[in-house]
T-cell receptor
Framework: AQRVTQPEKLLSVFKGAPVELKCNYS??????LFWYVQYSRQRLQLLLR??SRESIKGFTADLNKGETSFHLKKPFAQEEDSAMYYC??????????FGAGTQVVVTP | EAGVVQSPRYKIIEKKQPVAFWCNPI?????LYWYRQNLGQGPELLIR????????DSQLPKDRFSAERLKGVDSTLKIQPAELGDSAVYLC?????????????FGQGTRLTVV
């Protein structure tokens, strides 16, 4: 069965420092991968997806099929980046599955 | 556009009582998901609909949980009877197609507390 693993429950970084959230997946087929974000008191929303290959709010994520990873990166963290981040995978049948999430706290 | 609408936002019930959650997806979205999110964990899929058909309900505890999506629009999720372990946030989401890259839009969730 497919699985999404986010090894860090909490990441605390200083404003202006780089931040990297790790995501590893296990899936025998070709997955679609996403990062979703939940800001305080807001609903869960899409941040970016690997098929778009775009940078959103300064974040990028690269799919590494060899390492089965989809890590999220931002070179300079901002206070407004403080949120809960979830890595997610869609399998061949359209099932959307989430990791346990990483809480990011950016301190000034 | 209000987005995905869920009600109620909060519900407190005693164990063994029934409870129902309602979800109105974004207009035109064929795919509807129900997730359960326990404290400190990611959302876990309970059931997925394509129009009115449940295409994935393998994670739904069918002895006490049921769901329906009449006419392929609104959906309800029911628990009967509720247990203490059912306390969680129940999330509804919808997306526009079975395209695996399609974005899922989430509701605000219903926070259930079973006492």
């Amino acid at each position: 069965a497919q699985r999404v693993t986010q090894p860090e429950k909490l990441l605390s970084v200083f404003k202006g420092a780089p931040v990297e959230l790790k995501c590893n997946y296990s899936y025998s087929g070709s997955p679609e991968l996403f990062w979703y974000v939940q800001y305080s008191r807001q609903r869960l929303q899409l941040l970016l997806r690997h098929i778009s290959r775009e940078s959103i709010k300064g974040f990028t994520a690269d799919l590494n099929k060899g390492e089965t990873s989809f890590h999220l990166k931002k070179p300079f963290a901002q206070e407004e980046d403080s949120a809960m981040y979830y890595c997610a995978l869609t399998d061949s049948w359209g099932k959307l599955q989430f990791g346990a999430g990483t809480q990011v706290v950016v301190t000034p | 556009e209000a987005g995905v609408v869920q009600s109620p936002r909060y519900k407190i019930i005693e164990k063994k009582q029934p409870v129902a959650f309602w979800c109105n997806p974004i207009s035109g979205h064929n795919t509807l998901y129900w997730y359960r999110q326990n404290l400190g964990q990611g959302p876990e899929l309970l059931i997925r609909y394509e129009n009115e058909e449940a295409v994935d309900d393998s994670q739904l505890p069918k002895d006490r949980f049921s769901a329906e999506r009449l006419k392929g629009v609104d959906s309800t999720l029911k628990i009967q009877p509720a247990e203490l372990g059912d306390s969680a946030v129940y999330l509804c989401a919808s997306s526009s197609s079975m395209n695996r890259g399609a974005e899922a839009f989430f509701g605000q969730g219903t926070r259930l507390t079973v006492v």
